[in-house]
């Protein structure tokens, strides 16, 4: 997406300093992808982030979280420090250290015993035929400390079409990610998102069954709907397809269309969430989540990820993700319910899910 170019040791580096320093910064690979993205921000006031006219400066980093109607900000951090600029090394060792509270996590696992409830409630939403899908999560707390530089690098090999990411706002978040999902990519109107749903292990050769089937359906006419409204046509739509993401593989179909840049804000609006880490009918799952999980999601299943410009940005769900902490991690994973859902399925799905974080940390 731009010109910059970082090895792993420059990356490292930078990333060290600016935790040391409390310097707000992002670094990212995009899918598919070798290059490494490192901007770093000149000062500590990270803005809030409404809709893209608020874009004034970039190019930068949005985070938003799961929950727009919460008390947790959506930010957008910007990348006035590059380390591929030619003074940028010299520019992010000049900041001054700036002041930041290292934060410090709770235990907050949530055990089989409240989940296969939590599924159950849903699933007699579903059978009574209120709503036809809300996925339920759960965070998973590992005490540990951990190297996010390295971390970092090792998902970068070894989740090759995931969007890896870091994000530190000083005295407030510490998130790293391999994303497997894109919310939103935008080169001049030319939109791209796609549906992503189901889930079975990468090895597991069996053909896929109705329920993953009929989750990511759901997924998919939701977006379809959305994409013929706010573009006035028929978006281009690709054949449903398997899509590895490590551990695990999912259904996917993506889709193409032009949207007009004053529709912009409008899409991201009504994509996010979509039915993949909400449900559907939106809103009552949303509520449904909001009544069911004992937890606050905050920035898992909320959306994330570079702009070059208003009209040029790639945005993707923020799963396969962990918030860091001095004490702890807390690794996030959820899964799709229908009617269809067993607990004792559902859990097992999450735990293969969570490998992708763990297998790193433990
Ligand atoms: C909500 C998550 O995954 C979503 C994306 C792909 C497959 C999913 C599923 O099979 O339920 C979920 O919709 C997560 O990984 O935490």
Not at 227 to 252: E, M, W, Y
Request: negative net charge; contains cysteine.
């Amino acid at each position: 997406m731009s010109e910059q170019h970082v090895t792993n040791i420059e990356l490292s580096r930078a990333i060290m300093l600016c935790l040391k320093k409390g310097i707000p910064f992002y670094a990212y690979r995009l899918p598919d992808d070798i290059e490494l993205y490192f901007g770093a921000q000149g000062d500590s006031e990270v803005r809030s982030f409404r809709n893209f006219s608020d874009i004034t400066s970039s190019p930068g980093f949005i985070f938003s979280p799961f929950d727009i109607q919460s008390d947790t900000l959506a930010y957008y951090l910007r990348g006035d420090i590059r380390l591929a600029d030619k003074d940028g090394w010299n520019r992010l060792h000049a900041l001054p250290n700036m002041e930041y509270n290292v934060k410090i996590g709770e235990y907050v696992d949530i055990p089989y015993s409240i989940y296969s409830e939590q599924v159950m409630k849903m699933v007699d939403y579903f059978r009574s035929g209120r709503l036809k899908k809300a996925v339920l999560s759960r965070p998973i707390t590992v005490a540990c400390n951990v190297n996010v530089a390295e971390i970092f690098l090792q998902m970068t090999t070894l989740y090759p079409s995931a969007f890896v990411s870091l994000i530190f706002i000083p005295g407030k978040e510490l998130w790293l990610g391999a994303s497997p999902e894109t919310l939103l990519s935008n080169r001049n109107g030319m939109v791209e998102t796609m549906s992503l749903a189901g889930t079975k292990c990468s090895d597991d050769r069996s053909s896929w069954g109705d329920k993953e089937q009929d989750e990511q359906q759901i997924v998919t006419d939701s977006i379809k709907v959305i994409l013929s409204r706010l573009s006035g046509g028929q978006p281009d739509i690709s054949g449903t397809f398997t899509r590895n993401a490590g551990k695990v593989s999912h259904l996917c179909t993506l889709f193409r269309c032009h949207i007009s840049s004053k529709n912009m804000d409008a899409l991201l609006q009504e994509l996010h969430p979509t039915p993949a880490v909400g449900g559907f009918p939106k809103k009552d799952a949303i509520q449904l989540i909001r009544e069911t999980e004992t937890y606050d999601r905050r920035y898992y299943a909320g959306y994330l990820g570079p702009v070059l410009d208003k009209n040029n940005f790639d945005l993707f769900v923020n799963l396969r993700c962990m918030e860091i902490f001095s004490n702890c991690v807390h690794v996030y994973v959820g899964g799709g319910i229908t009617k269809f859902s067993q607990p004792q399925l559902e859990w097992t799905e999450t735990e293969i899910k969570s490998r992708t974080m763990l297998d790193l940390i433990k």
